[in-house]
């Protein structure tokens, strides 16, 4: 059974922090993905990679850098947190036919006091 | 304008009730469509594929109009487990993987 898991569900951390949210797939997907997604603005793409060391700058990259040293492993870090990165926070990887289908990780509730 | 826009609802509707959402996308080179579900406070899961030709899963029905760029689908004989936000997405080009997510429409099964 396909499996996306990332390590918190649920983060609480203070502004200027470092936050480390790491996201880990078994299915040996090429493509991998972060998301947050908060209401009213749906899943918005902020990074994502498509090999090993490999990665490009989604829809909102700012304030956020990721890592990808290995290929079942794909890191959000958020470098200085802020009160505005309160979100939820979703990782995928791409199987299926044409890599077109995305299974998603439980994701992790990011709340920055 | 956003690529993908849904209306985000809710829609309330009672057991057995037909329901239908539409889509629209902007990008007219999108290849492949889908519509995926999402439960309350869980992560987002693939319903199904949308097909030019139209294609029915049990008691869903997804369709794709090309010319119009909009995509459907329809939910007949609505039971109280349906209830969820059902996303629009679209895949481009690319061989990335990278989809393009709607907002989401929001359905409420009421007995």
């Known amino acids: 059974d396909v499996k996306v898991t990332q390590s918190s569900r649920y983060l609480v951390k203070r502004t200027g922090e470092k936050v480390f949210l790491e996201c880990v797939q078994d299915m040996d997907h090429e493509n991998m993905f972060w998301y947050r997604q908060d209401p009213g603005l749906g899943l918005r793409l902020i990074y994502f990679s498509y090999d090993v060391k490999m990665k490009e700058k989604g829809d909102i990259p700012e304030g956020y850098s990721v890592s990808r040293e290995k290929k079942e492993r794909f890191s959000l870090i958020l470098e200085s947190a802020s009160t505005n990165q309160t979100s939820m926070y979703l990782c995928a990887s791409t199987g299926g036919a044409w890599g077109s289908i995305q299974y998603f990780g439980a994701g992790t509730r990011l709340s920055v006091l | 304008r956003k690529e993908v826009e849904q209306d985000p609802g809710p829609f309330n509707v009672p057991e057995g009730a037909t329901v239908a959402f539409n889509c629209t996308y902007s990008?007219?080179?999108?290849?492949?469509f889908f519509w995926y579900r999402q439960d309350c406070r869980k992560e987002p899961k693939l319903l199904m594929s949308v097909y030019s030709s139209g294609n029915e899963d049990g008691r869903f029905t997804a369709q794709l109009n090309r010319a119009s760029q909009y995509i459907s689908l329809l939910i007949r004989d609505s039971k109280l487990s349906d209830s969820a936000t059902y996303l629009c997405?679209?895949?481009?080009?690319?061989?990335?993987?990278?989809?393009?997510f709607g907002q989401g429409t929001t359905l409420q099964v009421k007995p």
């Open positions: 997405v679209v895949k481009g080009s690319s061989n990335t993987g990278k989809l393009i």
């Open positions: 990008n007219s080179a999108s290849q492949s």
